[in-house]
């Protein structure tokens, strides 16, 4: 077996997701963003917490995934996304959870905030470009855009606790299902 299909067993869930959410796309421009988020100094003391941030192996960090992360985060992601559709953020781990909603408050704002706006440029975009087109194939665009965030929240975990955030899905759902009825 060759390095490339035993890679194909080792790789993580998340690596997968990028490869074919992003890196095997052809227009990234018009349908995809990337958040990239850097955790330092993360506390092993809870494992378990950690563990949904990191690879564990042996009660350390997987030296292994980082090694192979870094190399999807670095050099494979950056070279296939447009510049303005990527976004990376550093923060600190706190105490034994690691992240805070008021201590990391500020990232969250700002995280939602470009979410925000980058998801109604590109929804826009496609609405633009399907303007001219039956009206299923933009609900369409509009669903799969709408499941992609519902799935996006759902996996990485994030409360929606921002009302923004909240009044984006709550509208985005509401006009998708008034459109689908007509």
């Not at 390095?3 to 790789?11: C, G, I, L, Q, R």
């Not at 959410?21 to 917490?49: D, E, F, P, W």
């Not at 034994?96 to 008021?102: F, Q």
């Not at 087109?133 to 519902?150: D, F, K, M, R, W």
Request: hydrophobic share 40%.
């Amino acid at each position: 077996m060759d390095k490339d299909a035993m890679h194909n067993y080792f790789m993580s869930v998340t690596e997968r997701e990028v490869i074919n959410g992003i890196l095997n796309v052809k227009n990234t421009k018009n349908h995809c963003l990337a958040y990239v988020r850097m955790i330092n100094n993360i506390n092993l003391q809870n494992l378990k917490k950690a563990s949904l941030f990191v690879d564990i192996i042996n009660r350390s960090i997987d030296a292994e995934a980082t090694k192979l992360l870094a190399n999807l985060r670095d050099e494979r992601l950056p070279d296939k996304i447009e510049t303005t559709n990527m976004q990376k953020y550093t923060v600190d781990w706190i105490g034994r959870e690691g992240l805070d909603p008021e201590t990391h408050e500020e990232y969250l704002k700002n995280f939602i905030t470009h979410f925000y706006k980058n998801i109604i440029k590109l929804v826009d975009r496609a609405m633009r470009k399907e303007d001219s087109s039956a009206l299923g194939q933009i609900i369409t665009e509009i669903l799969q855009h709408l499941h992609a965030c519902n799935n996006s929240v759902k996996v990485s975990g994030l409360i929606l606790r921002d009302k923004a955030f909240r009044f984006i899905f709550c509208r985005c759902s509401t006009a998708a299902k008034t459109a689908w009825k007509r």
